[in-house]
Nanobody
Framework: VQLQASGGGLVQAGDSLRLSCTAF?????MGWFRQAPGKEREFVAV????????SYSDSVKGRFTISRDNAKSTVYLEMHNLKPEDTAVYYC?????????????????????WGQGTQVTVSS
């Protein structure tokens, strides 16, 4: 299983970025997590296998949007009004198989597959 994340970069506060994650052959709930230096990896957003359920951390709710294009095996994270505290390495992850189409887990333990991470740096 390979997850390929891309789209990170250096931006200024208030800017926008779109992250992409390609996960060929995976029909699973997909999540984005992030890890800032010296901090634990934390949940950012998740989208269910069918795309009908999404969930966000309180810190990004209203600014970030997760979506997926199953025909392209790609999950996106649209990030708007970026803040310096959003600076982190962002990881996409694929959840364990689950028959429930609307399952959208937020716990790291539900994700056995992880991409390599893409750096997002927001300057003030």
């Amino acid at each position: 299983v390979q997850l390929q994340a891309s789209g990170g970069g250096l931006v200024q506060a208030g800017d926008s970025l779109r992250l992409s994650c390609t996960a060929f052959g995976l029909n699973r709930a997909m999540g984005w997590f992030r890890q800032a230096p010296g901090k634990e990896r934390e949940f950012v957003a998740v989208i269910s296998r069918g795309g009908g359920v999404t969930s966000y951390s309180d810190s990004v709710k209203g600014r970030f949007t997760i979506s997926r294009d199953n025909a392209k095996s790609t999950v996106y994270l649209e990030m708007h009004n970026l803040k310096p505290e959003d600076t982190a390495v962002y990881y996409c992850a694929a959840a364990s198989p689950n028959p429930r189409t609307f399952w959208a887990p937020v716990e790291k333990a539900s994700y056995p597959y992880w991409g390599q991470g893409t750096q997002v740096t927001v300057s003030s």
